[in-house]
């Protein structure tokens, strides 16, 4: 079931599927809800699964806040209560989004059961920009503050084949919805807006307090296959090595957030292992439904 929720301040706009322990997904930037439909569908057939986009993305309203990892934590926290789910809810988080499920999890220790985090961002993601390059995130910046302002036949002329995923084993349906997500301006606006409170964000995390003890699981890409993969988009291969070293060490730190953490590497996966690994997912999701 797809619905806008009203939180307040604004609509979001979510997908509930499913009965049973409830499970949230906080996807990454630029990334759909409907890029989840693989592990969506796995992990209903055993529990409640919300998935939501965050403000300015897809359906959901923008709103007058500031977009950094705080205001979706307020955001989650209003949907859930509205939602009148009161129990403790296992949190996935994807790139960005596992940043986000960091701060909530610290702000909200009382409503999260577990937590995966899928490739997620680290409070030290400074240190990878240090090994790229801190142009980077200015470039991504201005870019994604240029197409904000372009009509959406006009984003769509501009994606590259890095910015659609392969969608071979999804849904007509869902692969039409990602591409009409993927040339929203407004979602380039709220995207600009997070990448420049990246630092900040970062920051609150980090002195808002402990993470809790509860079962974490870290999931990593494939170092290797992500190397092979940088360097067929044109990275020198001793750069895209010295990256993903980097990489690797903040994904591995995470699991010093928790005493009881696990760490499983997606074997043949890049970033977005929701599409090139989904059963990885699935089975480490479904491994602590209590």
Known sequence: MRSL?????KDIEVMITGEGQCICILPGMASSMDEWEIVV????KQAKVIVFHRAGCGKSELG???K???STVNDLYKLLGNLDI?????????SYGGLCVQHFAISHPDYVSAAVLVEANSTDMHLLNDAIGS??????????????????????????????????????EARERIL?????????????????????SAQAIRVAG???????????????YSVRLLTAQGMPEQLAKKIEDVWQELITKQLDLSKNSKYIEAEQSGHGVHIDRPDIIINAVLSVIS
């Open 86 to 94: 009161h129990d403790p809810v296992i949190l996935v988080g994807h």
């Open 41 to 44: 569908n796995g992990l209903a």
């Open 180 to 200: 009409q997500f993927k040339i929203n301006p407004k979602m380039y606006q709220a995207m600009a807006e997070e990448m420049e409170e990246l630092e900040n």
């Open 64 to 66: 007058e806040e500031k």
């Open 5 to 9: 929720v009203n939180i307040g301040n």
């Open 135 to 172: 142009n980077q995130n200015k470039h991504m910046i201005e870019m994604w503050r240029l197409w904000s302002k372009m009509e959406p036949e006009q984003i769509k002329s501009k994606l590259s084949s890095q910015s659609v995923p392969d969608l071979t084993n999804f849904s007509v």
């Open 210 to 224: 402990s993470f809790p003890q509860i079962p974490l699981t870290v999931i990593g890409r494939d170092p290797d």
């Open 68 to 70: 950094n990892t705080n």
